[in-house]
């Protein structure tokens, strides 16, 4: 994230692609969620909470980034979408992407993050205010509070805080326990750590109003309460669970009565790596001894007394602390994916629902029937669908801008929580899918666009707007109300400077299931009669319409395009349900170009390497192919692109892709666009001498499919002033419009011919406000 108007202090060069505006939960300066996070919130999905001083201050670097990966690998593995929470520069982030993990996790090497609880959030985020840009890792406490202000339910984690030993004399007693009295998060950790006073830890929860269960495994009557390193601590568990459905329901119960506290579901270490009670009360005598005699005290005490621990058992508790906290997490997604099952049962997510209603017939169409109205908005039948050279699968919502209007004399730029502030409110048509769709219509193409809405007021909005915009309201599949499905909207709260306050996204019904669009009968027939040269794909379908759209498209002979849309989402195109798999290589490949900046660039080349893809025979027969030669390889690409792209590994990515994907251009912000692209054997740019300085080589085989690959960064299109950018919402997506619309026509072109112009349509909307600049019209392809 970064504030438009920090950005606007200097002049800068226009990428091919500005950032896209950040949907979902309330965002500011100092707390930032993820887009996934916020989507998996919003649509009701699993989420589990994280925390991070388990990578800032209990694993040394680079275990710690491995037990990272380990742990967001086993919430995704069981159906969940991870939240790992920590404090990056003086920024309190829910979600940290696979690079801000690294980052933090890499703290423990220098020992320079600090450690987050409640108390410091304040302090770590004010500091990062005046320019102090501070790193930290989330305690429990600091996780929960972090967490529910996400909207997030399920924290996995090794052990809880508690009271220490002699606490009753030295209050030293964590916040953590203060936390689950006040903060509404179900923690699911092995107890509390076994050095700690566990019966008066027990006692303070209990005053705390807190309910503490733990998971039986198959024993049964009552069971005792774990000890972190063991599965008995000698004390009898408050309460006993069976299984994660009944720790789900337990969960469940509460937010509904509401009771505004957590719920402590302890997890006992695996049996196989728990540690003989005899033997760890030994070693914590001792360790406790040493840290009473070295005078560590306070929150130095748990990182000496853990280290002491390790070092007189043999670092058989370091095996049990990542077995114990392995086990918590996943246990903790199993219990958020019944949670989800719950919540999803009767619809309640906190979600505001617009009212339905009665529909008003259009002119064009017959009243609708009494017990059906899946065709109650203004569409047509597939046989009356026109043909289109592009048509466009992907979202539509209406966005809404509340701009603060502060009265005269009023000297706050800011409007005012818990009441009603003056504003000027206004409405626009976004979605990425309707921003691609309506640039390629402004630059004269012919244009289908597919999405789906639901039987509401937004529904009927966004279906007059696309009226008013002459795009053919054909492919717009409304949902009946019997779906429950509300049409996507996003709400932007702007200061007096028309800086991003808090937004708020409901994009849910783009993730319907294929079966509820009934997809076979409605779209599959219009790509059909349309006749598409191209057709783009947005990333906010589910994977499975996703690869679906791919399959119908490539079926009926057009080539598709992918806009990946976000980190989290440009990853559907890989995986055992989706899109692209290992034998779609070139020349069957599914997808023949995509459009990502170079942060979903490196989201999707994980995503292909994580599910395999790089191990195919056909990839390996394909890189074979290229003729690449290892000798001089990165002097080659520094010289073609950058030393510091070549770093980032930008380049070698986008080719270790082409098998896959045959055309990338990946926005690069002020570093400009890069086209990568496999040529076929006797294409004119491997032979034209204005193209050699752009092959980075050749096929040496003659009966190979491919001629080469062809490697271009094309600078920034233009130097705008502070006062030229009005608007940075919907550019990258004007940029594909452009190229789709270049590349489709009577007029065979390449994508080097394209890219100029593309670029300065991304420029004119850069400088309009309200998405898509109409002035793009003036350009010619």
């Known amino acids: 994230m970064f ?43 699993p989420v589990v909470a994280l925390e991070s001083t388990i990578y800032t201050h209990g694993f040394p670097y680079p275990e710690s980034v491995a037990l990272a990966n380990l742990l967001e690998s086993v919430v995704r593995a069981n159906g969940g979408v991870p939240a790992t929470i920590g404090i990056l520069d003086g ?56 967490a529910h202000l996400a909207g997030i ?23 953590d326990l203060t936390e689950l009295g006040r903060t509404p998060v179900a923690v699911v950790s092995s107890g509390c750590k076994s050095f700690l006073d566990i019966p008066r ?46 720790a789900a329901a337990i969960v469940y119960a509460q937010s509904q009565l509401p009771v505004a506290s957590g719920i402590l579901l302890a997890n006992p270490v695996p049996v196989e790596h728990s540690v003989p009670k005899d033997e760890m009360d030994a070693i914590i005598v001792e360790a406790l001894r040493l840290a009473d005699v070295e005078g560590y005290q306070g929150s130095d005490n748990t990182p000496f007394v853990l ?42 997510r906190n979600e505001r629902h617009m009212p339905v209603l009665p529909e008003t017939p259009q002119a064009d169409q017959a009243p609708p029937e009494a017990e059906s109205r899946s065709n109650t908005t203004a569409q047509v039948s597939p046989a009356q669908s026109p043909q289109a050279d592009v048509l466009v699968a992907g979202s539509l919502a209406i966005d809404l801008s509340c701009d603060y209007a502060p009265l005269a004399g009023e000297t706050s730029t800011t409007p005012s929580s818990h009441t009603s502030n003056p ?82 996204a409901d994009m849910g019904i783009m993730e319907q299931p294929e079966q509820a669009l009934d997809f076979d009968t409605f779209w599959e027939p219009m790509v059909a009669q349309a006749k598409p040269q191209w057709v783009v794909v947005d990333a906010n379908w589910s994977p499975a319409v996703l690869a679906k759209w791919v399959q119908v498209a490539k079926a009926h002979g057009a080539r598709v395009a992918f806009e990946p849309v976000s980190n989290a989402k440009s990853r559907r195109l890989f995986g055992a349900a989706a899109a692209i798999k290992p034998t779609d290589t070139v020349p069957n490949h599914a997808v023949g170009l995509a459009a990502p900046n170079q942060f979903e660039l490196t989201a999707m080349y994980a995503a292909a390497r994580e599910n395999g893809l790089f191990e195919s025979d056909n990839w390996w027969h394909v890189i074979d192919a290229m003729g690449m030669s290892a000798a001089g390889s990165r002097d080659r690409l520094v ?36 086209v990568t692209q496999l040529l076929r054997p006797g294409d004119r740019r ?73 670029q300065e349509a991304s420029v004119r909307t850069l400088r309009s406000a309200g998405g898509v600049s109409r002035e793009i019209k003036g350009l010619q392809l």
């Open 91 to 146: 920024v309190a982030r829910v979600g940290l992407s696979a690079e801000e993990l690294i980052r933090l996790a890499s703290t423990a090497e220098h020992k320079s993050a600090l450690k987050v609880s409640r108390r410091d959030l304040g302090y770590i985020c004010g500091l990062g205010l005046t320019g102090k840009r501070l790193q930290g890792g989330t305690t429990v406490s600091g996780t929960m509070i972090l």
């Open 3 to 45: 504030s438009l108007r920090a950005a606007r202090r200097f002049p800068k060069r226009i990428p091919l692609g500005a950032p896209r505006r950040l949907h979902g939960l309330a965002q500011s300066k100092f707390f930032n969620v993820s887009e996934e996070v916020r989507d998996a919130v919003a649509v009701g999905k």
């Open 639 to 674: 010289a073609m692109t950058s030393a510091a792209l070549v770093d980032q590994g930008i380049p070698q990515q986008s080719i270790q892709l082409l098998p896959f994907i045959p055309c990338l251009i990946t926005k690069l912000g002020a570093q400009g666009v890069l």
């Open 423 to 504: 504003a000027v409110i206004t409405q626009s048509l976004g979605g990425v899918g309707y921003n691609v769709a309506i640039a390629s219509h402004y630059l004269g193409r012919s244009v289908l666009f597919c999405s789906v809405i639901g039987d509401d007021l937004s529904g009927r909005a966004a279906l007059s707007a696309l009226q008013k915009e002459q795009l053919p309201t054909t492919g717009i599949r409304a949902l009946p109300p019997s779906s429950g499905a509300r049409t996507a909207q996003y709400i932007a709260v702007n200061d007096a400077r028309k800086d991003l306050v808090v937004a708020m």
């Open 307 to 348: 280290g002491k621990i390790k070092e007189l058992s043999g670092s058989k508790s370091v095996a049990a602390n990542r077995a114990l906290v392995e086990a918590n997490v996943e246990r903790a997604t199993r219990v958020a994916v019944e949670l989800s099952k719950l919540e999803q049962a009767d619809g309640t």
């Open 201 to 246: 830890t027990l006692e303070y929860l209990e005053t705390e109003g807190v309910c503490v269960g733990t998971f039986a495994d198959g024993r049964e009557g009552a069971v005792e309460f774990p000890a972190f390193f063991t599965r008995e601590s000698g004390l009898k568990s408050p309460k006993t669970i069976q299984n994660e459905a009944e």
């Open 686 to 758: 491997l032979t034209a001498p204005e193209s050699a300085p752009y092959i980075v080589c050749r096929s040496l085989s003659e009966t190979s499919p491919i001629g080469g690959v062809y490697l271009r960064l094309f600078p920034p299109a233009a130097l705008l002033s502070d006062e030229d950018i009005v608007s940075v919402n919907g550019a990258g997506d004007t940029l594909l419009g452009a190229v789709v619309a270049g590349l489709s026509g009577d007029v065979a072109r390449t994508v080097e011919e394209v890219i100029p112009q593309a």
């Open 153 to 175: 339910k399920i924290f996995g984690t090794g052990g809880l805080g508690g009271v220490h030993r002699g606490g009753e004399s030295s209050m030293d007693i964590s916040a």
